[in-house]
């Protein structure tokens, strides 16, 4: 018997199925070696980093406040530790405002990393260059423009989007011209990642390239009027209300979120002059134009609007239901006995829920 | 006459080492592909992360979530869990505790702690559940609401959840999960990186011998209970290539209950959570893939690598048996009510490809290794296995079982390094190797005990769980 099994067995399939089990226990040994040496080299690459950066913060933290040239070490060498210092530059600056920021930046220029980090852009690996991009968008420095401006192409989305913001940090009136007309075409850049882009470039700097694409675009409107939130709603208004006024209320176009997002706008312009085109869409057959028609009135009711918005209290809607319940409390100069009336004398059930509900939360019980 | 004879005739001895062979081939080749494919796709995605930077970008422009937790029985438990809750990191969200029927204090605990008061809540009754018995809303967090309902099970609370919640997106989360403050904030970027998504699910690990305080992880640990590393290794596998290899492919047919992102519209779109099967969470993944596939709408479906939740494992073999027999009939119920979704033409990879490796391999599984096991020892005792032959198979069996448990800790290396201690790998290493005798045969029993409980059609209750109370402590 022992012998049978310390010898290899003469059935061919047995003998394979032995070097099978064979070469699983190598294969397991091996990558359980492999397994200790990559824990234990990232181990140590640990410990170097966290060295590095202990070493380096105070001198940052210091220099955010008082620069002090001569208590700064030498300025790191080799590629990677040159990296690790960037990144703790960046990771610093997300953190600063202001005057300390711009110190850190100058701390940058005086350690001559700017080359470097130009360097980086031309780097094949793409976290490279996008620890490059966050240093220059930090540095916000107009001169770096061209270096920066074609990686706005790149098929990487996440190295096009960081290159955006790179680019609205030098000049976002500049930046947002050449961004909003790739909307279109860069499907892989995500609506709130441009939504994110907006806010940081501020309303100006959105708002006319905007509505030049808004108002170029032949047929349905692209994507781009899902920023249409980001742009100054004075100068949005025009374009706002002539599309509106285009598309009759009660037409089921393709075209609902365009409609949402200027009824959106024109909510937060508070025009009276809007209000009759507003309350059109109050007999709209989507709930979400009803919901934002009802939005942007509420923006700009007051006590006499009790009548404008009870019918909606008896929407087939739930949302519309609540959203007027909750503009009925927050009219100017509505108090608790005429909310307490218009609950008693309100035939729909739902909408005396949606109502009381809306009391309770603005204290009105 | 003749088929008696030609079924005499056939060498049944010969045809059953076929099919268990065959079996065993299938089953380890279909786990090495999906292991190669989680290695390729954890590679992209661990360097997509050193791309984007290890913290979890915050935009600002982040979708608000409603966090619906769903409690039964939770009373030593539920202040803790809910006050991590409220400390998550993210721009806007809601905390909607469901207390389903509790029999114990869990609604009082609330009321106390939270300065809860009574709130004319009107509900829509979109999805169905059983009644809601009141609502209340805090004194000291806005952001926090409580439903009190009558008992209908996980998948009713949840129903319930979806009903009161106030945003777009929703996050089941156990009541007993640990996060971490950026847990939320990590799993909505599968929302804002690509508008198709409609849940987005993260790994689940093992809290067990860990440091949580409030209700959060610390530091991650080895546990002492021996039961608990084995799960620790069994989750690794579970997670890090058996739902991240589907992943790329659009085919990830679960997402964990602990802790999943979804988008309210559509799960209402296909009525909600299932009242009528134990594994509500898996049901629901795979309906949404159905309700997508059949329409033709495009959706994604995603899976993170990130370990974003924590749960405490069952350290006693009662607990964990009867969770392992649940999760097995719930596995069962979601592919027996879904066999559509594989022979529609549309059935995409999830039908063609998820679906029938699922059946396969995790439904089927346990009887097939059952029988194999059977197979073996009745053909020892009547000599017809050779003992060098059974010596053989049993060690590629066992090899093949340590390689592939081997292999979910080299992902766990090249990835997060949850355990950075040697000491803690080389204890890893050893669980792996021990858990191929005895621990993997009990959890075969214990499966098969799940897919007679499906069979007899047993009636569905919420899962009862010891709790060790120590995350409260801290």
């Given amino acids: 018997m022992l012998a049978q099994l310390t010898s290899l067995p003469e059935d061919p399939a047995l003998r394979l199925a032995l070097y099978i089990a064979m070469a699983l226990a190598l294969l397991t040994l091996a990558v359980m070696a492999q397994?200790?040496?990559?824990?234990?080299?990232?181990?140590?690459?640990?410990?170097?980093?966290?060295?590095?950066i202990a070493a380096w913060r105070p001198h940052l933290a210091a220099w955010s406040m008082v620069p002090d040239t001569d208590s700064l070490p030498a300025a790191p060498h080799g590629r990677r530790e040159r990296l690790w210092f960037l990144l703790l530059w960046s990771r610093m600056q997300r953190q600063l405002r202001g005057t300390a920021r711009e110190r850190l930046n100058e701390l940058l220029g005086r350690l001559g990393m700017l080359g470097p980090v130009l360097g980086l852009l031309d780097s094949r690996a793409a976290h490279r260059r996008l620890v490059a991009l966050s240093c220059l968008r930090y540095l916000g420095d107009a001169e770096?423009?061209?270096?920066?401006?074609?990686?706005?192409?790149?098929?990487?989305a996440a190295v096009s989007l960081a290159a955006a913001q790179a680019l609205v940090a030098m000049d976002p009136a500049h930046a947002m011209q050449r961004i909003i007309p790739r909307v279109e075409e860069r499907r892989d850049w995500a609506l709130p990642r441009l939504e994110a882009l907006c806010q940081q470039a501020g309303r100006q700097a959105v708002s006319e390239p905007l509505l030049a694409q808004l108002s170029a675009s032949q047929g349905s409107i692209g994507r781009a009027v899902g920023l249409l939130a980001w742009a100054e709603p004075g100068q949005a208004a025009p374009w706002a209300r002539r599309f509106l006024a285009e598309l009759p209320a009660d037409v089921q176009a393709l075209d609902d979120e365009a409609r949402d997002a200027a009824l959106r706008s024109l909510g937060e312009l508070r025009d009276p002059r809007d209000r009759e085109l507003l309350m059109a869409y109050l007999d709209s057959e989507s709930p979400a134009l009803r919901l934002a028609a009802l939005a942007a009135l509420r923006r700009q009711a007051g006590a006499d609007d009790v009548a404008l918005f009870t019918p909606l209290l008896a929407d087939p809607n739930w949302w519309v239901r609540q959203a007027a319940a909750d503009a009925l409390v927050a009219l100017p100069g509505v108090d608790v006995a005429t909310l307490t009336t218009l609950l008693e004398t309100l035939a729909d059930r739902y909408g005396q829920d949606a109502l009381r509900r809306a009391m309770a939360e603005g204290g009105h019980e | 006459m003749n088929?008696?004879?030609?079924?005499?005739a056939i060498d049944w001895i010969?045809?059953?080492?076929?099919?268990?062979?065959?079996?065993?081939?299938?089953?380890?080749?279909?786990?090495?592909?999906?292991?190669?494919?989680?290695?390729?796709?954890?590679?992209?995605?661990?360097?997509?992360?050193?791309?984007?930077?290890?913290?979890?970008?915050?935009?600002?422009?982040?979708?608000?979530?409603?966090?619906?937790?769903?409690?039964?029985?939770?009373?030593?438990?539920?202040?803790?869990?809910?006050?991590?809750?409220?400390?998550?990191?993210?721009?806007?969200?809601?905390?909607?505790?469901?207390?389903?029927?509790?029999?114990?204090?869990?609604l009082e605990v609330l009321i106390e702690a939270f300065e809860l008061e009574a709130y004319p809540e009107p509900l829509r009754r979109t999805v169905p559940h059983q009644e809601v018995l009141g609502v209340y809303r805090s004194r000291r967090y806005a952001n926090l609401k409580v439903l009190d309902k009558a008992n209908g099970g996980k998948a009713d609370a949840l129903n319930a959840g979806i009903n009161a919640a106030r945003h777009g997106l929703f996050c089941a989360v156990d009541a007993d999960s640990i996060l971490q403050r950026d847990s939320l904030l990590r799993v909505v970027q599968p929302f804002l990186e690509d508008e198709r998504t409609v849940a987005a699910g993260g790994t689940v690990r093992i809290a067990n011998g860990s440091r949580v305080r409030g209700g959060f992880l610390l530091e991650a640990g080895i546990p002492r209970s021996l039961l608990a590393r084995f799960q620790i290794v069994e989750y690794l596998r579970a997670f890090l290539f058996g739902r991240l290899g589907w992943s790329p492919m659009n085919a990830v047919l679960i997402i964990s209950g602990a802790f999943g992102l979804f988008d309210r519209e559509r799960v209402m779109a296909v009525g909600g959570y299932s009242t009528s099967t134990v594994g509500e969470d898996m049901e629901l993944v795979v309906r949404l893939h159905r309700y997508h596939r059949e329409r033709r709408l495009a959706y994604r479906i995603h899976y993170l690598p990130d370990p974003i939740c924590w749960t405490e494992a069952p350290e006693d073999l009662g607990t964990l048996g009867r969770q392992r027999s649940r999760w097995q009939r719930g596995l069962a119920e979601s592919l027996s009510r879904h066999a559509r979704l594989a022979t529609s033409p549309r059935g995409g990879a999830p039908g063609h490809l998820a679906w029938p490796f699922m059946t396969l391999f995790e439904w089927l599984g346990p009887l097939v290794e059952v029988g194999g096991y059977v197979f073996m020892i009745v053909g020892f005792s009547l000599g017809i296995i050779a003992p060098l032959a059974l010596t053989v198979f049993l060690l590629v069996a066992i090899g093949m079982g340590i390689l592939l448990s081997v292999n979910g800790l080299l992902l766990e290396t090249l990835s997060f390094r949850v355990y950075q201690r040697r000491r803690d790998m080389l204890r890893l290493f050893l669980v792996a190797i021990v858990e191929n005798f005895g621990y993997r045969q009990l959890n075969t029993l214990w499966r098969c005990r799940g897919l007679w409980q499906w069979f007899a059609r047993r009636k569905h209750q919420w899962g009862a769980m010891k709790r060790s109370g120590q995350w409260g402590s801290e």
Avoid: C, H
């Fill in chain 1, 144 to 156: 770096q423009w061209p270096a920066v401006l074609p990686l706005l192409d790149s098929r990487n």
């Fill in chain 1, 35 to 52: 397994v200790l040496v990559l824990a234990e080299l990232a181990t140590r690459r640990e410990a170097r980093r966290q060295a590095f």
């Fill in chain 2, 3 to 8: 088929v008696l004879a030609t079924l005499a």
């Fill in chain 2, 14 to 106: 010969w045809w059953s080492q076929v099919f268990f062979i065959g079996y065993f081939l299938l089953l380890n080749g279909g786990y090495l592909a999906l292991n190669l494919l989680s290695m390729v796709s954890l590679r992209r995605y661990m360097r997509q992360r050193a791309e984007l930077g290890e913290d979890a970008p915050y935009l600002g422009v982040e979708p608000a979530v409603s966090v619906l937790v769903p409690a039964y029985n939770e009373a030593a438990t539920i202040r803790i869990s809910v006050l991590s809750l409220l400390q998550l990191q993210y721009p806007e969200f809601e905390v909607v505790v469901i207390n389903d029927g509790s029999k114990d204090e869990t």
